[in-house]
C-alpha cells in the first residue's frame, strides 16, 4: 500500500529547531519553506546566537533565503555581516553570564577609555550581546555590560542607588588605569548614559535610539512607572539638562528618521545644544544598530571615541542625515 502525505503539521521548540538548522546546514539542505512560524525561526535564532553559533546562523540565513523575506531577519543577517571575521562569539558565551547585571570585561592593557554599555528595558543592545559583542571588542578597549532588571533606566544604579554603581564602575577604571569612559546607551540605556555621562568621566555618549527626556504628559503607564522613580530619587526628568554647547563630552545620538517617537528625543537633544543626531532616512525601526553598523558608520565612531576625537562625518554616507546641535 502506497501512502501520500499532502499535508501535516508538527510542534517543535525553538531549541530542536535550532539543532535541525545546524544539521540542515551541514548537510547543504534547503530549508523546508513548510516551517511558516517565523516567530519560532526568530527563537531558534537566537537560540544559535546564545550558542555563539554565528557560522550556522549566517550560512542558515544565507541558504535559506530568509534573510530577504523579513525586516527582521534581514536586520540580524546585516549585524552578523557586520562583525569582524576573527570575532569568535562561542569564546564570548563561554564566558559571559547573561544573568548578570554587572559583566566586566577585560580588555588590553594600556586601554584608553572604558566603554560601558547600558543595554536597555531587554538587557540587549538591538540585539542578544553575543551578537554585538565584536563591535565592541574591536574597538580594543574593556566592555561593562550593564542590566538595569527592575526596567527604570538605572536611576537607582542596579538596585542599590546611583552612587554604589558609580563607585562600582570608578573603581574598575582607577584599577585599570583608566581616566575616561565611553557610554552607550541602548533604547532606555540612552537615557541612563545622559544620566551617567558626568559621574564617570564620559568623553563619549553614543545613544542608540530612546529618552532624551521623560515627558511628564506621557500616559503610558511604563513611562509613569519611570517618571515617579525618577522623581523619587531627585534626578530631573529632562536627561540632557545641564549639558550645554561647551560640554566637554561629546554626544550623538542614532535613530530612525521615521520613527516618531524617537525623533521627537533627537530633536529635544539637538535643540537644547547638549549633542547632534544622525538619522537613518527612511527607517521606521527603533532599532537602528544593525543599519548603522552594516554601513561601517558606528565602528568608525567608536573608534573615534576611543582615539579621544571628534565623531566622524556622516554626510558621506547617502542613508544617514545629520542635525547639529544648536548653537548657544
Known amino acids: ?28 539542505f534547503t530549508f523546508p519553506h513548510g516551517v511558516t512560524d517565523h516567530a519560532v525561526t526568530r527563537l531558534a535564532l537566537e537560540d544559535l546566537i546564545s550558542r555563539g553559533d554565528l557560522r550556522t546562523l549566517r550560512d542558515f540565513l544565507t541558504q535559506s533565503g530568509l534573510q530577504n523575506s523579513t525586516e527582521t531577519f534581514s536586520a540580524i543577517f546585516r549585524m552578523v555581516a557586520a562583525l569582524p571575521q576573527s570575532y569568535d562569539a562561542a569564546a564570548f558565551t563561554a564566558r559571559h553570564d547573561p544573568d548578570a547585571a554587572f559583566d566586566y570585561i577585560d580588555g588590553p592593557s594600556g586601554a584608553e577609555a572604558l566603554i560601558v554599555v547600558f543595554t536597555g528595558n531587554a538587557q540587549r543592545v538591538g540585539f542578544p550581546l553575543p551578537l554585538v559583542h565584536g563591535l565592541f571588542q574591536a574597538a580594543g578597549c574593556p566592555v561593562l555590560y550593564l542590566k538595569d532588571k527592575t526596567r527604570h533606566a538605572f536611576c537607582d544604579g542596579l538596585g542599590g542607588g546611583r552612587a554604589a554603581l558609580i563607585a562600582r564602575i570608578r573603581e574598575k577604571m582607577d584599577h585599570a588605569g583608566i581616566r575616561r569612559s565611553i557610554l552607550v546607551g541602548s533604547s532606555s540605556g540612552t537615557y541612563a548614559a545622559l544620566h551617567y555621562a558626568r559621574a564617570l568621566a564620559a568623553s563619549h555618549v553614543m545613544g542608540l535610539a530612546g529618552p532624551t527626556r521623560i515627558d511628564p504628559v506621557d500616559t503610558r503607564p511604563q513611562m509613569q512607572g519611570l517618571r515617579d522613580k525618577i522623581t523619587a530619587v531627585g534626578l530631573p526628568l529632562d536627561a540632557v539638562e545641564g549639558f550645554g554647547a561647551g560640554e566637554a563630552c561629546r554626544i550623538r545620538y542614532y535613530y530612525g528618521e521615521e520613527h516618531p517617537r524617537d525623533t521627537d528625543y533627537a530633536r529635544h537633544l539637538f535643540r537644547s545644544g547638549a549633542g547632534e543626531a544622525v538619522a537613518v532616512r527612511g527607517h521606521a525601526n527603533h532599532v537602528v544598530l544593525d543599519v548603522i553598523s552594516g554601513l561601517g558608520f558606528f565602528q568608525a565612531d567608536l573608534a573615534a571615541a576611543v582615539a579621544g576625537g571628534a565623531f566622524t562625518d556622516p554626510s558621506v554616507y547617502p542613508e544617514l542625515i545629520q542635525h547639529f546641535k544648536a548653537a548657544p
Open 1 to 28: 500500500m502506497n501512502v501520500r502525505v499532502e499535508h501535516y503539521s508538527i510542534t517543535i521548540s525553538p531549541e530542536h529547531l535550532a539543532l535541525l538548522m545546524e544539521l540542515w546546514v551541514r548537510a547543504g
